[in-house]
């Protein structure tokens, strides 16, 4: 029973320092390039002008060099031509009073569950399960920046901008949950910790630094109980947080 009781809080310890890495505070999860404008490949929209195709470099934090892509019959950067995009912290008659950028590309995720709702089954009351886990998340990602110029008191435009992220598609990797006789329908007097394959669909959103996921999944019990246990390939759903691979 001891071992149990300490097998259990060093999971709970080793979530919660997961967590902590997936808010803002924690360095390496907001220094990642996805997070920030970097040099690619966006659909822009600058100001009232039609939408285009532009590999943007960055040159300075409010100057960028923009090359057409030609997207048809494949796509070709026009290295020849270019045009200078400056979006300036502040200006007193802005060229573009708002931009937009957007882009989509792969996203390759180490995907932790922080939180695992159960619904009721079995005679036993619905769960909410905090237990170790981590996953290989792969699916598709839409990052859109959008930047605005609003007035200030001292008749200047202040640049603000605010970065959304969009990523779904399928996880799949290990984790532990707890045996017990409760979760056998009595018919185990065994109390562990097993291991489980757990695998399904994720949804994560990203506003600037912040994200967050929700998952949809189930696990396998990797031993012979899983003739047993109660929660056998039953769906749940999760609360998730995600450090970046790519």
């Not at 950067?77 to 590309?105: M, W």
Request: proline share 5%; charged share 15%.
């Amino acid at each position: 029973m001891r071992k149990q009781l300490r097998s259990r809080n060093v999971s709970k310890w080793l979530l919660w320092a997961v967590f902590g890495c997936g808010l803002p505070a924690c360095t390496s999860f907001r220094e990642s390039p996805k997070y920030h404008f970097v040099d690619g490949t966006y659909t822009a929209k600058l100001g009232n002008e039609p939408k285009q195709r532009l590999f943007v470099i960055t040159q300075a934090d409010s100057t960028f060099r923009a090359y057409p892509v030609q997207r048809r019959p494949k796509q070709v950067i026009d290295s020849n031509t270019f045009q200078t995009i400056r979006l300036p912290l502040e200006a007193r008659l802005p060229k573009y009073t708002q931009a937009s950028f957007s882009k989509s590309s792969l996203d390759v995720d180490v995907l932790t569950t922080l939180v695992k709702f159960r619904p009721a089954r079995s005679g036993v009351p619905t769960q909410l399960n905090t237990t170790l886990n981590a996953s290989v998340f792969l699916g598709q990602r839409y990052d859109y920046f959008r930047i605005k110029y609003m007035p200030t008191p001292l008749g200047m435009h202040q640049r603000k901008g605010v970065h959304y992220g969009l990523s779904y598609g399928l996880f799949s990797g290990f984790g532990n949950a707890g045996i017990t006789p409760t979760t056998t329908a009595g018919k185990t007097q065994l109390e562990y910790e097993g291991i489980v394959w757990q695998s399904g669909i994720a949804v994560i959103v990203g506003v600037n630094n912040f994200t967050f996921g929700l998952t949809l999944g189930s696990d396998y019990l990797l031993n012979a109980d899983r003739r047993i246990w109660i929660y056998q390939q039953k769906p749940w759903l999760g609360v998730a947080v995600g450090l970046n691979l790519n």
